[in-house]
């Protein structure tokens, strides 16, 4: 649920600070300097046909050597540069994959309204926003200026599949329990199914095992003194199991947070790899770390580790929310996750074969979740 208050960003024309426009929850960005704006994929999908959208965003995903533009103001990665495929159109325009966003250099978003003007293709309104005026009648200037209030009175629409950009304030009730709040979303334009799934089966396999707690755990915990019990079968099954309530929430809670961001911009399958991968390196490395210790481990934390490392790579404006002496503070992912890996480190260092932290398997999945965040940047 990716959380970027998107301060202090720059046009990626001119250099100059963006400046952030709201209208009842919907945000955009605009430059004050060249009059450039960015728009969501999701504000897209309601100025042009849902089938000349998946058109557009398909040439993105299929073009192998794409034209790299400039830097995306949200998350600084190159943009691709596409044609918007109007009628009647050579419009160009930058768009980050990344973030699915688009950015319209001064008059683009103006050409865009004429040529769906002319092709009957711009959305009527409704009592929320105005009706189209004859194009005859309509001088440059009002043009875009009725394409911005267009664009205002979708993004109204928009507020209902996106978050804006605090949190509600009942969620900063978790954070008493140290967890982060989230501050705003990437644009989830989708259920993340993947995660809500995944998540599901951690809390009914986790409930399952709560009958018999100590039973289960030393049965399809991992050992490290006994790495291949049940064929190996433990590098998996402790994943799904936990040492109580508080455990199985704090871990179900940074999975929401962190993994449907992951889901919906790289993909449900590339999402249940990275858990995979990161949940039998962590256990790698805790075997490595404690190589005679009998005591079982559990929890979903090693693959967890590795999404929000992976998050923190793929989205590295992103802000979290937590208390600092009762009072709520905004803070850089980084920051948060500096913090984290701080514990980690120190955590690991002072493991004993007594330990009940798997501080090593922490460690374990974040180098995957960093790695894996590195390589889908590259990749753009």
């Not at 966003?101 to 769906?116: I, R, T, V």
């Not at 690991?348 to 974040?366: N, R």
Request: proline share 5%.
């Amino acid at each position: 649920m990716v959380k970027n208050t998107m301060s202090t960003l720059r046009c990626p024309g001119c250099n100059s600070t963006l400046i952030r426009q709201r209208q009842k929850g919907a945000v955009f960005w605009c430059c004050p300097s060249c009059q450039g704006r960015a728009l969501t994929l999701g504000l897209l999908r309601r100025l042009v046909p849902q089938a000349k959208t998946t058109e557009i965003w398909r040439t993105l995903l299929n073009e192998t050597s794409p034209k790299k533009t400039r830097s995306c103001p949200t998350c600084t990665q190159r943009m691709q540069q596409v044609n918007l495929g109007l009628q009647s159109s050579t419009l160009e325009l930058d768009v980050c994959r990344t973030c699915q966003l688009l950015w319209f250099d001064a008059g683009e978003l103006n050409e865009m309204g004429d040529n769906l003007e002319s092709s009957n293709e711009l959305p009527l309104s409704d009592s929320t926003g105005p009706t189209n005026p004859p194009k005859s009648t309509l001088s440059p200037e009002a043009k875009q200026a009725i394409a911005l209030i267009q664009v205002k009175a979708i993004a109204e629409v928009e507020e209902r599949t996106r978050t804006g950009g605090d949190a509600h304030p009942l969620m900063w009730f978790v954070s008493i329990f140290g967890l982060p709040v989230e501050l705003g979303t990437h644009w989830i334009d989708r259920v993340p199914v993947v995660t809500w799934t995944l998540a599901a089966i951690i809390t009914l396999t986790s409930m399952i095992g709560f009958v018999d707690l100590a039973a289960t755990v030393e049965t399809w915990g991992f050992i490290s003194e006994a790495p291949l019990r049940h064929g190996g079968l433990t590098l998996l099954t402790s994943f799904l199991l936990h040492g109580g309530w508080l455990h199985l929430l704090s871990n179900l809670y940074f999975l929401m947070v962190f993994g449907d961001n992951i889901e919906v911009q790289q993909g449900p399958l590339r999402l249940i790899g990275l858990l995979f991968v990161s949940t039998l390196v962590g256990d790698l490395l805790h075997l490595i770390a404690l190589p005679a210790s009998d005591i079982p481990a559990i929890g979903a934390s090693g693959g967890i580790a590795g999404v929000m490392l992976a998050y923190a790579m793929l989205f590295p404006r992103a802000q979290l929310g937590i208390l600092v002496f009762y009072f709520p503070r905004r803070i850089p992912i980084w920051l948060y996750i500096a913090l984290w890996l701080i514990v980690q480190v120190l955590g690991t260092m002072t493991m004993s074969d007594e330990s009940t932290i798997g501080y090593a398997a922490h460690l374990g999945g974040a180098v995957v979740g960093f790695v894996a965040g590195y390589l889908w940047r590259r990749r753009g």
